[in-house]
């Protein structure tokens, strides 16, 4: 599938390997000038994750049908991003100065030029037992149990039910996923949550189950859309049966509503859940969509298993 990247701090692509380590500002479109030295303390093996997944490596960055852990080579040097409407992308705690070239508006102001100012990920406490919470958006997902919850700066996840992907068996795919991130991260423009998820359900489900990892989506039904009550804000949600080339066909869903905690924030969920017997029931989904609520701690971290 393909992925997209929030703003954020990310392993340089362009770096040459000699040296130290360092990360790049990715303002939500392209690459920036800023750069700092990658705090070691982030780096963490990782999967990327969507209804189709691969192994890859450190910080919490994409949301697309999934959320991806963000490799260190992507060969074409800036990450993949998805073909939905443009907008502007939200002011980030820990986004660069724009006449800081080396590094980011760190705390205090105690870069002192150094390249290490604070990320996102570097002011996060820890997240809330059982849940998964997105910093930015301002919400937490009950992590269901024996899913694993994914907490970041930009972005939350939840997934279950690891397993080769049928169409690319050295990638790693699975069997339930559901992750959030602010619809302007995501590039997605639109003045209403139902607007904002008919337009999002198109890319949710290409990029869940249309790439190599299924094949191309020969068919779909539409399920659901409907207004719904999230987190105490009017939503819409959209949810398609689709039929895939390879493998499982899957259920995926494009829920909006606006962030409890943050005026005039769409916030977008999409899930993707296979059609197999080892995959979790719809229910699950339903229940994880009732038990959204505010965040009630200032940021994320890593959610453990449930």
Avoid at 49 to 58: A, F, H, P, R, S
Avoid at 78 to 105: H, K, M, Q, V, W
Wanted: proline share 8%; charged share 20%; net charge negative.
């Amino acid at each position: 599938m393909t992925q997209m990247t929030p703003p954020g701090w990310h392993p340089d692509p362009g770096h040459s390997g000699k040296g130290p380590a360092q990360e790049r500002w990715w303002d939500g479109a392209q690459w920036t000038g800023h750069v700092r030295a990658s705090p070691g303390a982030a780096r963490r093996r990782g999967i990327r994750i969507g209804v189709g997944v691969t192994v890859g490596v450190v910080v919490l960055a994409a949301i697309g049908g999934g959320v991806y852990l963000l490799g260190e080579e992507r060969g074409g040097g800036r990450p993949d991003t998805a073909a939905s409407s443009p907008s502007a992308a939200p002011e980030l705690p820990g986004a660069p100065d724009d006449g800081d070239e080396d590094g980011g508006r760190g705390g205090g102001g105690n870069d002192g030029g150094n390249g290490e100012g604070q990320g996102p990920e570097q002011q996060l406490p820890p997240t809330e037992p059982g849940f998964a919470t997105d910093l930015a958006a301002g919400i937490s997902m009950p992590v269901p149990k024996g899913w694993k919850g994914t907490s970041g700066a930009v972005g939350a996840g939840l997934t279950t039910g690891e397993h080769a992907c049928p169409g690319d068996t050295a990638e790693t795919c699975v069997r339930g996923g559901v992750f959030s991130a602010p619809a302007a991260a995501m590039k997605l423009s639109a003045g209403t949550p139902e607007e904002a998820a008919k337009k999002d359900i198109t890319v949710n489900a290409t990029e869940s189950y249309g790439g190599k990892s299924y094949g191309r989506i020969t068919s779909h039904e539409e399920l659901k859309s409907e207004d719904v009550t999230v987190a105490g804000g009017k939503g819409y949600v959209v949810r398609w049966k689709v039929v895939t080339e390879k493998g499982d066909d899957g259920y995926v869903e494009s829920l909006v509503f606006p962030s409890p905690v943050t005026k005039n924030m769409l916030v977008v969920v999409r899930s993707g859940f296979d059609i197999n017997k080892d995959a979790p029931k719809l229910s699950v989904l339903d229940e994880i969509t009732v038990g959204i609520k505010a965040a009630s701690v200032g940021g994320g971290g890593t959610g453990g298993e449930v």
